[in-house]
């Protein structure tokens, strides 16, 4: 059975910085590409990073680029979400996400592609 469980959320100052973690359970990790997505109340669901599960390259949206960092650790089933320099508007429950095959530079960040979700992880950046 596939499950994947988020942890690490929590309320922030600006500026500082959380590690989310994506525990996973039921595959193998390396094949299976990972994403990160988040819902802010009122918006819709958008796709922050993804690592993929053939060599592991990494994407990114833009609002993130420079300040989050995705990896994973093969041996602990375990995908992590580096996020540094938090601004208010990342503030959303974060949601990790998986699929079968490897990420594509036009379609890691659709949701409809993945296939199974984790419960998500509330992160709040205020002062």
């Known amino acids: 059975q596939v499950q994947l469980v988020e942890s690490g959320g929590g309320l922030v100052q600006p500026g500082g910085s959380l590690r989310l973690a994506c525990d996973a359970s039921?595959?193998?990790?390396?094949?299976?590409?990972i994403g990160w997505f988040r819902q802010a109340p009122g918006k819709e669901r958008e796709g922050v990073s993804c690592?993929?599960?053939?060599?592991?390259?990494?994407y990114y949206a833009d609002s993130v680029k420079g300040r989050f960092t995705i990896s994973r650790d093969v041996a602990k089933y375990t995908v992590y979400l580096h996020m540094n320099n938090l601004k208010p508007e990342d503030t959303g429950i974060y949601y990790c996400?998986?699929?079968?095959?490897?990420?594509?530079?036009?379609?890691?960040?659709?949701?409809?592609?993945?296939?199974?979700w984790g419960q998500g992880t509330q992160v709040t950046v205020s002062s």
């Open positions: 690592i993929s599960n053939s060599d592991g390259s990494t």
């Open positions: 996400a998986s699929r079968l095959g490897p990420a594509y530079g036009t379609t890691w960040n659709r949701p409809g592609l993945y296939t199974y």
């Open positions: 039921g595959f193998t990790l390396k094949y299976r590409t």
